[in-house]
């Protein structure tokens, strides 16, 4: 069910226009949840709790390597490593002893990822130290999944998964109930294309037809200007490449084709 919390930051997000809505609202949560992290989050023994198990993603950590305030980051390093030291065999003299590897010549088949990750930043639980099932490779638990999964997670990352799920779906409703966010939806340049499937999927769980197929003709259409639009920037930047345009000035189009591509491709 939609929650009223959500209604003022996505219409303030739906006023603004240029690139995707959705991609804005993820951006200003992931910001304040780094200032958060690396400011008053020191005194808030549950965020510290969190950011010690999950850690950051590469991405998030070259964020807060930008930021100024070093000590910060490196107090959450000093205990996230104890965390993740904890993950791993304290003596490795004494490990179990290990089956068989299979038949030679066998394909190496890809490491025991839980079957269904559709998050990277589900990957590590919170509570106590996750109770991976024992692998028969190695005779306990699997320290090549355990290194995979803590590689992928992410304290920042899993905020904005729990947001977006609850905004998504109160986009949907705020679609179905209010003709004047309809109209702002309308007015958008693009929904990437991360957002336009999440934002399709939420919504065919959420609405019913008409209200379903409206929304989804509305994006749809929205996507096909824009990607007409930008194919038409990106050719006429390549052809300003060619002898007989020399000297010739790109729109602002054409200059920012690349870019835009890319925001629209994988996401802000
Ligand atoms: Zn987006
Ligand atoms: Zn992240």
């Not at 008053?40 to 198990?53: E, G, L, Q, S």
């Not at 850690?55 to 390597?65: A, N, V």
């Not at 929904?191 to 749809?220: I, K, V, W």
């Not at 010739?248 to 802000?268: H, I, M, N, W, Y």
Request: net charge positive; charged share 25%; glycine share 6%.
């Amino acid at each position: 069910m939609a929650e009223q919390i959500y209604t003022i930051p996505i219409n303030e997000a739906f006023e603004q226009s240029g690139g995707c809505p959705l991609c804005r609202m993820k951006k200003k949560l992931e910001r304040e949840s780094l200032d958060y992290v690396m400011g008053a989050a020191m005194m808030d023994p549950d965020v510290r709790i969190r950011t010690n198990r999950l850690g950051f993603c590469r991405r998030h950590y070259d964020d807060m390597l930008s930021m100024k305030n070093r000590l910060s980051l490196a107090l959450m390093l000093e205990s996230h490593l104890d965390e993740v030291s904890r993950l791993f065999p304290e003596d490795v003299s004494a490990l179990p002893k290990m089956p068989p590897p299979p038949a030679e010549g066998a394909p190496v088949p890809p490491p025991d990822l839980p079957g269904d990750l559709p998050e990277p930043m589900q990957a590590i639980p919170m509570g106590p130290p996750p109770r991976f099932a024992r692998f028969r490779r190695y005779g306990g638990p699997n320290p090549a999944q355990i290194a995979l999964m803590q590689s992928k997670s992410c304290y920042v990352c899993a905020r904005a998964a729990d947001f977006e799920r609850n905004v998504l779906s109160n986009v949907a409703h705020m679609w179905r109930r209010e003709s004047s966010f309809r109209e702002r939806f309308k007015a958008q340049e693009f929904f990437c294309l991360d957002h336009y499937g999440r934002l399709l999927h939420a919504a065919r769980h959420e609405l019913n037809d008409p209200s379903f197929r409206e929304l989804y003709q509305a994006m749809t259409e929205i996507n096909a200007r824009f990607i007409r639009q930008l194919r038409g920037d990106v050719t006429g930047f390549c052809r300003s490449f060619d002898h007989q345009n020399a000297g010739k000035p790109l729109t602002d189009g054409q200059r920012s084709c690349a870019e835009r591509s890319v925001d629209f491709l994988a996401g802000k």
